[in-house]
């Protein structure tokens, strides 16, 4: 108001015009001022009055009228002024005294608990803080305590201080509201509540303690149960498993979308209107007894849905005013599950035909099967294993009739293999048992706790291990001491075994050949020795071909002069062994002994050569002395004295026996030389016997030595050369008469088998000894034995040059002291003598 006087003067002091506008405004200033009636009147009769004074007369009183009626309005509104500032004054006052009682009432209200309250006025980030910090923190220096107070990981727990760092930056940031019970780390709970209000973010915490402790807390346990109860609904709503609630009387009261579905309804909200069931009456009748007798009910039971029978596991609880279920598919498993009886079963019956014995224990140690094997192992009654016992039980029963091995602390040996029910892995280990026997012990843990037992009786196994160990060593052993070289190398061509006569005959280091060389390498090592590529190449085929893998006999014959004869063995494996053997004396003795039995052969045909000529020189003037003695005895040549006539006979007694050796020796070499042919045809066994007796009557006569001869009268004709079989009897016979004692006896016996004809010769003489036996058919051998044998040695092997021509053989039985039996086997089929004649 006082300014807008001021400016009033102003305008008058300046002109004398605005007068009137002055004298306006200060009317307009009245009446807004709420000016009287009657100083209104004036201020209007002042108008008048200005009006009615001529211009010219007025105008000195302009000014004065002017201050007049400022001074007059400015007094006015002084006045007005004073006495309503005064009044306001007056009112402030009350209201102040009023506002500061409240603000004391209001205070007491607030502080009549510990309590303390944070503030933030908008755009100050420094919080005002007043009330019992001693509620958070011990007493110490006012702005240290009010700092510590805003640190709030200071007095919460890290996690609540993050919360509530969080909260307070949303309301000061956003002006969102919070409310918070927590715990301090002095054990305090506390509340703190966060608000804007007045454009400033207030935060109040005050203990909980009381009533007002146990409202919070069942607030909280409230809250969670709204949010435990809301997230069981959503997780029903939304499992895919039918899920439903019924009310005491059994409709329904909740289902969600897989009951709608497996009840082959629409939707949810028809599902509940029609009451639908997915259960078979006599299934739903069941569980509702069970329910009513029992809080609980499960059972897998079958449902038919969209037309397609499905197995179902149905789990349903008895509430206070109806009841709850739940049914998990349970097809897939049902089936899974009766294929893994099956296969169980398979194998429970694959695991009863194993030799090894195996027992399977569950995770309580108890034994939930077991094969024949594993029975009859242990010795064990089907009746104790059927009752499950349990591992420690079987062990202790084994011990007690030492049948598993002895051991000086059993407790802690049975602790030991009783960690196998905690282990991740199989362990094996080896029982040696007092019986003997050796197992071989396996423990695995099997996947749903428990453990596999797997026993193999490995007895007979480490025996043919000890023994194959024994014959490697023996092996190993042989072939190093042995004189002859031997490698053995893989299909690869690489040496893998070797002997050291094999680095020494091939002038080869040891440690090299280690390494398994090529045969390529070893090849170019022994070059030096032997370098003829055809062999080598040979012998690199036999290695590394796959085709021919037979034997192959080599000689090598190296530089240094030695010979060896080297052998390809091929190996089952793959594998081919390599033999080398220094022939060097063998093949320079061979040579030498083939270069004297060239020498040998060549006297002996030379022999044969001079006996023949000889033979043939001898036949001619022994045929003219017999024929000359002969022409002598004739009675018609003229009369001879007695003395002459006994000369004559032992001439040609003489010549007669020249004559058969000569005989003997051509016919020997006859047949040496290949050139003796049979003559076969029937011969008459009778005759042919006459005719070899015929030439020994003399002898006979003279040596008082008598024949006895026994002939089957089935006997008959045979084929063969009759000439030679009589040789053969008078040879046998002669032979027989020249060991025989004076009155001894000589037998000739003859009969026929099937398929032979057989002589035979015995004499009483002194026998033959045992290592002259084998020499009896040698030419030119002649043993007297103490007889009066004197002869050429031919006849007998003359004997047996003739029957083997015929295909039959010559046996000799002698006993020494009771005479020789000469036995003579002629084959009655005499077609393949003719044919090998021919």
């Known amino acids: 108001m006082l300014g807008a006087v001021g400016r009033m003067r102003r305008t008058l002091l300046s002109c004398t015009s605005i007068v009137r506008v002055g004298i306006a405004i200060a009317a307009l200033s009245l009446a807004a001022t709420g000016a009287s009636a009657r100083e209104r009147g004036l201020f209007d009769g002042a108008f008048a009055l200005f009006a009615d004074i001529n211009r010219q007369e007025l105008a000195a009183l302009t000014v004065a009228a002017a201050v007049l009626g400022f001074s007059v309005v400015s007094a006015i509104l002084l006045m007005r002024t004073r006495v309503q500032a005064s009044r306001v004054a007056s009112q402030l006052l009350a209201e102040n005294q009023t506002l500061q009682a409240e603000a004391d009432r209001f205070r007491a209200l607030l502080f009549a608990e510990p309590q303390i309250l944070i503030s933030w006025h908008a755009g100050d980030d420094r919080p005002d803080i007043s009330g019992d910090l001693s509620l958070l923190l011990p007493q110490g220096p006012q702005p240290a305590i009010q700092q510590r107070i805003l640190a709030f990981g200071t007095w919460l727990h890290p996690e609540q201080a993050l919360e509530m760092d969080h909260a307070v930056d949303a309301l000061r940031e956003a002006g969102e509201a919070f409310r918070l019970n927590m715990t301090t780390s002095i054990g305090r709970n506390i509340e703190a509540m966060g608000r804007a209000i007045g454009g400033q973010a207030i935060v109040r915490i005050r203990e909980l303690s009381g009533l007002r402790l146990e409202v919070a807390e069942t607030n909280i346990q409230y809250r969670k149960l709204v ?139 108890r034994l939930t099967f ?332 003279r040596e008082n030595i008598r024949l006895d001869v026994e002939i089957d009268s089935s006997l008959g004709r045979f084929v063969a050369d009759q000439h030679r079989i009589v040789q053969v009897l008078y040879n046998l016979l002669a032979n027989a008469i020249s060991f025989s004692p004076p009155n001894g006896t000589v037998q000739l016996g003859a009969w026929r088998t099937d398929e032979r004809v057989i002589f035979s010769v015995a004499d009483s003489g002194p026998g033959i000894p045992e290592e002259v036996k084998d020499k009896v058919f040698d030419r030119f051998e002649s043993h007297a034995n103490g007889s009066r044998h004197r002869g050429a040695g031919l006849g007998l092997s003359l004997v047996r040059s003739f029957v083997e021509m015929h295909g039959g053989k010559v046996v000799v039985d002698s006993v020494v002291g009771k005479g020789t039996t000469v036995t003579c086997e002629f084959p009655i089929d005499q077609s393949a003598q003719r044919n090998a004649a021919e």
């Not at 997230?231 to 709608?260: C, D, H, I, K």
Request: with cysteine; proline share 5%; charged share 25%.
């Open 227 to 365: 949010e435990e109860t809301e997230a069981l609904r959503a997780f029903a709503t939304a499992v895919p498993m039918p899920v439903w609630a019924r009310r005491a009387n059994g409709t329904l009261s909740f289902a969600n979308a897989a009951y709608a579905k497996v009840a082959d309804s629409p939707g949810i909200a028809d599902a509940i209107e029609r009451n639908l069931e997915i259960l078979d009456r006599d299934d739903h009748d069941a569980m509702m007894r069970a329910l009513a007798k029992e809080s609980a009910y499960a059972a897998r039971l079958p449902i038919v849905s969209g037309g397609q029978r499905c197995i179902f596991d149905v789990h349903a609880l008895a509430l206070k005013d109806g009841s709850a279920g739940i049914a998990i598919d349970a097809t897939e498993a049902d089936a899974l599950a009766a294929a893994l009886d099956r296969m169980a079963d398979a194998h429970r019956r694959v695991l009863d035909q194993l030799s090894s014995g195996v027992a399977v224990f569950d995770e309580h140690r």
């Open 370 to 701: 077991y094969n024949d094997s594993y029975r009859r192992l242990w010795d064990l009654d089907r009746a104790f294993l059927d009752s499950g016992p349990d591992d420690s039980s079987i062990l202790d029963r084994l011990r007690v009739d030492r049948k598993i091995p002895e051991q000086p602390d059993f407790r802690a040996w049975k602790g030991r293999l009783f960690e196998a029910y905690r282990a991740l892995e199989p362990a094996k280990d080896s029982w040696y048992l007092p019986d003997g026997r050796a197992l071989s012990v396996v423990t695995t843990p099997n996947p749903e706790g428990g453990v596999t037992y797997l026993f193999d009786d490995v007895t007979e196994s480490l025996k043919l291990a000890r023994q194959n160990d024994g014959l490697i060593r023996v092996q190993r052993e042989t072939l190093d001491n042995l004189t002859e070289a031997v490698a053995v190398f893989g299909s690869n061509g690489r040496a893998q075994l070797f002997n050291p006569p094999f680095a020494h005959m091939w002038k080869l280091s040891a440690d090299a050949l280690q390494e398994q060389p090529h045969i390529e390498t070893i090849r170019e090592w022994c070059k030096p020795l032997f370098d003829d590529d055809a062999i080598w190449q040979t012998l690199t085929s036999a290695i590394t071909g796959i085709d021919d893998r037979s034997t192959a006999p080599l000689r090598i014959e190296r530089k240094d002069g030695s010979v060896l004869d080297c052998t390809t063995m091929p190996l089952p494996d793959g594998a081919t062994m390599l033999t080398f053997q220094d022939v060097t004396d063998t093949v320079n003795v061979e040579r030498a002994l083939r270069e004297r039995n060239e020498a040998l052969v060549a006297a002996d045909q030379m022999k044969i050569d001079f006996v023949h000529h000889v033979s043939y020189e001898l036949r001619s003037p022994l045929t003219t002395i017999i024929g000359f003695v002969h022409f002598l005895s004739d009675p018609a040549t003229g009369p001879m004295t007695l003395k002459q006539s006994e000369y004559l006979s032992y001439i040609t007694t003489s010549t007669n026996a020249l004559l058969a050796i000569t005989d003997n020796i051509l016919d020997l070499a006859t047949i040496d030389a290949g050139a003796m042919k049979l003559n076969l045809g029937p011969v008459d066994l009778r005759k042919t016997i006459e005719e070899a007796t015929a030439g020994l009557q003399d002898r006979l006569v």
